[in-house]
């Protein structure tokens, strides 16, 4: 017989892996609140061709769209991601959200025991996903007043992956070209570079190109989301892009089915028909954390200069603060004791006219002392 039998009869208790003893459920504390900026979703709605297509299939002559499976790898959406960013539809693997896509990704490229580095603090799914697959997870602070990648401090990990998001979630800061070339010139296993925010960045940061770079090097997988700047998140859609190779070990860990078919539809028709206003959309947040910065240090703060849809902002004590603004009905993320920053807020950016009515509120909670 194959495998390891079991000695004994266990216990209910012990039932589930052992790891999952000391795992909590993935609860980040999003109670329903007034104005929610703790999720870093597009706040300026659905974009209109994706709005449009999804009123007209729910209606009754679309049934099939809700009564038959879908396709069983979202060949479509393959093909619409391949267009929107110039690579092949090979070189594209999806999932049900990104999370979806990185825990196939875990799954697909570690064997149990293995290592998984990622600087500190990142996305909060990182931990997670290496105990739900039975990774040692292994975190590296941000280095200096840039908040930099450590890159041999994760080289120096031997890790079979490593994780860098860029802009990093939730400082707002880039991961360096420099430090991209170097993870990928010289890791021991698989670079997993996360783009959930790219639409943020400038064109010239590179964002697009490293999503085709990850097309043709056989050790880089690009990861991508519909969640943010799409406002997609409820349906469910992330990707990643890699050489064939590496897709197709993504895909047999993901399994079939796992884009919902309307999800597909107005996912693919979003990538298509909706970029003019995704950009359109994503410049005018990029205006508006500049205007909310600039109120932030007029309230005596020193908001970390980000990249992305949200700020950070370090504060002596996250969770009052916190608590203090979600009393007042607006929810953001604190964080606790992120290395190299301490207590900090972050807030996700919106629409000024969203912004500018919670400045009082924030000035009231937010204001310095001194
Ligand atoms: C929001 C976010 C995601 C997106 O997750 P989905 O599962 O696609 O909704 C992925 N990575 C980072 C860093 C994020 O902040």
């Not at 892996?17 to 980040?28: F, G, H, K, M």
């Not at 997670?128 to 990774?135: E, F, I, Q, S, V």
């Not at 064109?203 to 990861?223: C, K, M």
């Not at 606790?336 to 509120?361: F, H, K, N, Q």
Request: with cysteine.
């Amino acid at each position: 017989m194959n495998g390891r039998g079991l000695e004994r009869r266990l216990a209910p208790g012990e039932l589930a892996r052992s790891s999952y003893a000391t795992l909590d459920l993935y609860e980040p504390g999003r109670a329903p609140v007034a104005l929610d900026l703790s999720d870093n979703t597009n706040l300026a709605g659905v974009p209109p061709a994706a709005s449009r297509l999804l009123a007209e299939l729910t209606r009754p002559e679309n049934a099939a769209v809700i009564t038959r499976y879908p396709s069983l790898w979202a060949a479509e959406l393959k093909e619409a991601v391949a267009d929107y960013l110039g690579v092949p539809a090979a070189s594209v693997a999806t999932g049900c959200g990104s999370d979806d896509v990185l825990d196939s990704a875990v799954r697909a490229f570690s064997e149990p025991g293995e290592r998984l580095a990622f600087p500190d603090p990142t996305f909060a799914m990182l931990p997670h996903l290496a105990a739900t697959n039975a990774l040692a997870p292994i975190a590296v602070p941000l280095t200096g007043s840039g908040l930099d990648v450590d890159v041999d401090g994760l080289l120096g990990a031997h890790a079979r992956i490593t994780y860098v998001c860029t802009p990093n979630n939730p400082t707002g800061t880039l991961a360096g070209g420099d430090a991209i070339d170097a993870l990928l010139a010289r890791a021991d296993g698989l670079v997993i570079v996360d783009q959930a925010y790219a639409e943020y960045q400038g064109v010239q940061d590179g964002a697009p190109a490293l999503a085709r770079r990850a097309a043709v090097d056989g050790r880089l997988l690009v990861v991508r989301t519909l969640s943010k700047a799409f406002g997609l998140a409820g349906l469910r859609v992330g990707y990643a892009v890699g050489t064939p190779e590496l897709v197709a070990a993504v895909d047999k860990s993901r399994g079939p089915y796992k884009i919902g078919r309307l999800a597909e539809r107005v996912a693919v028709l979003a990538l298509t028909e909706d970029r003019a206003w995704v950009q359109a959309r994503a410049r005018e947040v990029v205006e508006a954390r500049g205007r909310f910065e600039r109120e932030l240090a007029r309230m005596g703060r020193r908001p970390i200069p980000s990249e992305a849809n949200f700020v950070l902002v370090p504060v002596e004590d996250a969770a009052a603060a916190g608590a203090a603004l979600r009393a007042r009905g607006i929810g953001v993320r604190p964080f606790r004791a992120a290395p190299g920053i301490g207590d900090a807020l972050r807030i996700s950016m919106a629409p000024w006219s969203i912004l500018e009515p919670t400045l009082p509120v924030m000035t009231e909670v937010l204001r310095c002392a001194s």
